[in-house]
T-cell receptor, first 112, second 114 residues
Framework: KQEVTQIPAALSVPEGENLVLNCSFT??????LQWFRQDPGKGLTSLLLIQSSQREQTSGRLNASLDKSSGRSTLYIAASQPGDSATYLCAVKPQGAQKLVFGQGTRLTINP | EAQVTQNPRYLITVTGKKLTVTCSQNMNHEYMSWYRQDPGLGLRQIYY???????DKGDVPEGYKVSRKEKRNFPLILESPSPNQTSLYFC?????????????FGPGTRLLVL
């Protein structure tokens, strides 16, 4: 059974810092991995999708990497801003499954 | 604007009173699904649909029903809600059934069952 873990559960950093969020998964048989952002009381916004054959994806100040063999992904946020404060969720799509398996999320706070 | 919409956004009801949460997408997506989000348990899939008239159970289907009569709509039905179905519900859709798809989520429906 695929399990996804995100550490830490919460992170607070000063504005302007670069930071890394971590995601690990137990089964490397995945189609893809997706990072989402969730604001309080809001839905999930897709940030980046990495296919199983890819190593990384970039969008603006965000860079996500995938090491499928070790079951790890990282989301790098450069030059953090208060508007980046949100919960970040990692989800994998297991091979042969029609669903996403989510981690519990990292609640990120950027302090001005 | 491409989007997934859900209605209602907030709902308070009583045990046993049937309710339906609607979900609609305007992206001509084949695949749609429902998730619930609970503290400490994260997001878990309830049901999914690969196309019109094709639905299947997810990880936590008990107490829920779905239908997919049209491609754009995928309602979630609680025929006899119970307090343990109090949760935040999300509908999602994606274009392809294969591996190369991004899933798009609706804004969520917060349900309280008294």
């Amino acid at each position: 059974k695929q399990e996804v873990t995100q550490i830490p559960a919460a992170l607070s950093v000063p504005e302007g810092e670069n930071l890394v969020l971590n995601c690990s998964f137990t089964d490397s048989a995945i189609y893809n991995l997706q990072w989402f952002r969730q604001d309080p009381g809001k839905g999930l916004t897709s940030l980046l999708l990495i296919q199983s054959s890819q190593r990384e994806q970039t969008s603006g100040r965000l860079n996500a990497s995938l090491d499928k063999s070790s079951g790890r992904s990282t989301l790098y946020i450069a030059a953090s801003q208060p508007g980046d404060s949100a919960t970040y969720l990692c989800a994998v799509k297991p091979q042969g499954a029609q669903k996403l398996v989510f981690g519990q999320g990292t609640r990120l706070t950027i302090n001005p | 604007e491409a989007q997934v919409t859900q209605n209602p956004r907030y709902l308070i009801t009583v045990t046993g009173k049937k309710l339906t949460v609607t979900c609609s997408q305007n992206m001509n997506h084949e695949y749609m699904s429902w998730y619930r989000q609970d503290p400490g348990l994260g997001l878990r899939q309830i049901y999914y649909s690969m196309n019109v008239e094709v639905t299947d159970k997810g990880d936590v289907p008990e107490g829920y029903k779905v239908s997919r009569k049209e491609k754009r709509n995928f309602p979630l039905i609680l025929e006899s809600p119970s307090p343990n179905q109090t949760s935040l519900y999300f509908c999602a859709s994606s274009l392809k059934r294969g591996r190369e798809e991004t899933q798009y989520f609706g804004p969520g429906t917060r349900l309280l069952v008294l």
